[in-house]
Structures are given as structure tokens and as C-alpha cells.
């Protein structure tokens, strides 16, 4: 099934592959924002950033935009697949060992490559550009995740399509990698802590970034710059001294003392 209806991409006439591509791509934002807006209502209580104003024509247009561009990545992606550049792996010659292990290395070169193209964009000479659009909202929402400028979609859609040209995947390994990246994202944008108490205790998850650790990314630009893990701002030294607190107080735990 999940086959077929990959095949039929290679197979269908252009625009028919791209309407599909399109279709899914409207599909996850609309899930994204309805998710989005029934877990910051669920965790009401655990605000991290400040209620944000109302919104504006602007976000609304630079959200459609977004979406826009992102379906003309996926639909370039097509093409390079069935150009040949893009490779997959033959289907029915791995295990689900290996779709786990593509998903795990999309995942960590990603979050890599991000952090450092985070940090770059960041850069004074380079931040008026493109990243400021992202920044001017300081009070994340779930659309906020949508709301990034023109150049900056089309960047980082140029990075997950180099990735995969240079390592060939499963199918199961790129839509896993996708559907975490979704999830990410929006928690990333919540605006509210959504994770337990608990969570900066656990061993292994309390370098899984968190709602806090990307809202705390919107309100001081100089921290924070990875996506999905902690591990390169701590290796880099640019995790927030406040990670901690801030957690703690929107979670409503008691702030611990060892990191
Ligand atoms: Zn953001
Ligand atoms: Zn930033």
C-alpha cells in the first residue's frame, strides 16, 4: 500500500505527483495547527512566553507562503528521485532495523546541520536577510512554525534535499524522519510546556529539546539554536543558563539542583 502509493509518484504524470505532494502538505499543516490548538489549550496552565496578540494579515500570508514552498521542495524531491539522483533503498531488501536506523541518522545530521545553519543565520551580517521574519514573534503559537521567511524555506528545504541525495534511505526512514520533524516543530511553537515534571530527570530524554527550550530560543536570540536535541548546545556552550528554571516554572516542578 505504502508502496504503491510511492511508486505511483514515479509513475503518475508530473502534475499529478505534485498535487498529491501538495495535497500532504496542506494535510500536515492543517493537523499540525488543530494538534497545536488542542494541546496549548490542554496545558493552558503551563505557560512559557506570554499570551500572543491576536493575528496578523502578515503571519497569515508568510504561513501560506511557507506551505507553498514547502510542497515545491517535495515536488523538486520527486523529480530528483525520478531523475535518479535521489536514490532509495530497493523496497522489500531491509529490515525495520535499517528503516530505524535511517530515521535516527536523518534525524541527527538534520538537527546538526540546522544548528550550525541556525547559528549561521544568526550571524549580524546575515540575520536582517532572512531569520529576523521568524524572531519578530517572541510569543510563539503553533503557526509560528509556518511563519519564516521565503529564503529561509527554501534553505533549509535545500539542506534535507542534499541529505538525502548524499545518503540513501527507506521510504519508512524518511517518512518517520518527516513525522518527527512535524512533531518538533510544533511543540517547539506551543507556547506552553506540554512535558512532565519529571522530564529534565529522565536519563537520555532530558536531551530531547522541549516547548521551553525553543520558546526560551524566541525570546533571547543568543541561545538555544538546535531543534531536536540539546547535545550540540551543550557541546557548543550556547544552551540557555535558564533552561532549567524556566522548565521548572512551567511545569510547575520544584527546580533541581544538578544538570
Ligand atoms: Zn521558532
Ligand atoms: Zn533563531
Known amino acids: 500500500m505504502l508502496y504503491d502509493a510511492v511508486d505511483s509518484l514515479q509513475t503518475l504524470p508530473l502534475w499529478q505527483a505534485a498535487l498529491w505532494v501538495t495535497l500532504a502538505n496542506v494535510g500536515m499543516f492543517i493537523a499540525a495547527l488543530g494538534a497545536g490548538e488542542l494541546i496549548t489549550r490542554r496545558f493552558s496552565k503551563n505557560r512559557i512566553t506570554p499570551e500572543p496578540g491576536p493575528l496578523t494579515r502578515h503571519e497569515k500570508q508568510l504561513a501560506a507562503v511557507c506551505v ?23 523496497s522489500g531488501e531491509y529490515s525495520t532495523l535499517t528503516v530505524l536506523a535511517d530515521a535516527a541518522v536523518l534525524f541527527v545530521a538534520m538537527d546538526f546541520a540546522m544548528y550550525v545553519f541556525h547559528r549561521v543565520a544568526h550571524h549580524p551580517l546575515l540575520y536582517p536577510i532572512a531569520h529576523r521574519t521568524h524572531h519578530v514573534y517572541e510569543s ?5 512554525l509556518f511563519v519564516l521567511n521565503p529564503i529561509e524555506v527554501l534553505g533549509f528545504g535545500a539542506l534535507w534535499l542534499v541529505l538525502l541525495v548524499l545518503y540513501t534511505a527507506s521510504i519508512e ?7 518527527f520533524n512535524l512533531a518538533f516543530g510544533l511543540v517547539a511553537h506551543l507556547g506552553v510546556e506540554p512535558a512532565p515534571k519529571l522530564w529534565l530527570r529522565l536519563p537520555l530524554l532530558r536531551y530531547v529539546s522541549t516547548s521551553t ?3 526560551e530560543h524566541h525570546m533571547d536570540r543568543f541561545h538555544n539554536f538546535g531543534f531536536y536535541l540539546l547535545v550540540w548546545d551543550r557541546l557548543f556552550g550556547t544552551l540557555s ?19
Do not use: C, K, M
Open 68 to 90: 507553498v514552498l514547502n510542497a515545491l521542495v517535495a515536488v523538486a524531491g520527486v523529480l530528483l528521485w525520478r531523475e535518479g539522483v535521489i536514490d532509495l533503498r530497493p
Open 140 to 144: 510563539p503559537r503553533p503557526l509560528t
Open 173 to 179: 526512514g524518511i517518512l518517520a524522519y518527516l513525522a
Open 213 to 215: 527550550f525553543h520558546a
Open 241 to 259: 543558563p535558564d533552561y532549567l528554571a524556566d522548565f521548572s516554572q512551567a511545569t510547575g516542578a520544584i527546580p533541581a539542583t544538578a544538570r
